[in-house]
Nanobody, 119 residues
Framework: QVQLVESGGGLVQPGGSLRLSCLASRMTFNIYTMGWYRQSPGKQRELVAT???????NYADSVNGRFAISRDNPKNTVYLQMNSLKPEDTAVYYC?????????????WGQGTQVTVSS
């Protein structure tokens, strides 16, 4: 069974930085699109950033220029470098692995890691 384990969350002051990691196992990591999503209380889960198997990236407007997603295929790990953090970035951050091989779709989630931006 595919497993995604996030780490690196915590409490940080506004303007600070954090780097999240997501270690994947029991999957062919390099063929999946990997992503980070977040959910704050009372809100729907939203896309933060994705990176395709060939390294193309996509960001939500709210984080573009502040966050950077990257992947290390030999280590089965995807990262999210978060800089210039704002209180509105406070949320549970989830790692996602997605793959479409028609007609099948594969979609896996980690359990999430809390990021709190507060002074």
């Amino acid at each position: 069974q595919v497993q995604l384990v996030e780490s690196g969350g915590g409490l940080v002051q506004p303007g600070g930085s954090l780097r999240l990691s997501c270690l994947a196992s029991r999957m062919t990591f390099n063929i999946y699109t990997m992503g980070w999503y977040r959910q704050s209380p009372g809100k729907q889960r939203e896309l933060v950033a994705t990176i395709t198997s060939d390294g193309r990236t996509n960001y939500a407007d709210s984080v573009n220029g502040r966050f950077a997603i990257s992947r290390d295929n030999p280590k089965n790990t995807v990262y999210l470098q978060m800089n210039s953090l704002k209180p509105e970035d406070t949320a549970v951050y989830y790692c996602n692995a997605a793959l479409t091989i028609l007609p099948d779709k594969y979609d896996y989630w980690g359990q999430g890691t809390q990021v709190t931006v507060s002074s």
